[in-house]
Nanobody, 126 residues
Framework: QVQLIESGGGLVPPGGSLRLSCVASGQTSNSYTMGWFRQVPGRQREFVAAIRRRGGHTYYADSVQGRFFISRDNAKIATYLEMNSLKPEDTAVYYC???????????????????WGQGTQVTVSS
């Protein structure tokens, strides 16, 4: 089992920035992938970004490319999502996801991640 603890959500005006954090503990591996997804009530969960431990390769949704940046800390088994130039449409509950062995084609698919955080609310509003 892997446990994920998220933090960093909140209320921010349009154009502002927020940084989300997610720390994993438990039966982690050296080949993990950690990702961020978001969901608005009544809509499907949406891929935001992901990062692989090996090589630090990153992946982004088109809607956040150039505004959001994902990073990792291998020693802490943590991932961070730096969100800049936030828009009202970025408002959602953001979830951290983790998998010990995810193939490339599955990185953007939430159903393929085995572990999830509790979610943190991000609200972009003036």
């Amino acid at each position: 089992q892997v446990q994920l603890i998220e933090s960093g959500g909140g209320l921010v005006p349009p154009g502002g920035s927020l940084r989300l954090s997610c720390v994993a503990s438990g039966q982690t591996s050296n080949s993990y992938t950690m990702g961020w997804f978001r969901q608005v009530p009544g809509r499907q969960r949406e891929f935001v970004a992901a990062i692989r431990r090996r090589g630090g390769h990153t992946y982004y949704a088109d809607s956040v490319q150039g505004r959001f940046f994902i990073s990792r800390d291998n020693a802490k088994i943590a991932t961070y999502l730096e969100m800049n130039s936030l828009k009202p449409e970025d408002t959602a509950v953001y979830y951290c996801a983790y998998d010990n062995s995810l193939i490339l084609s599955s990185i953007r698919v939430g159903e393929h991640y085995d572990y999830w955080g509790q979610g943190t609310q991000v609200t972009v509003s003036s």
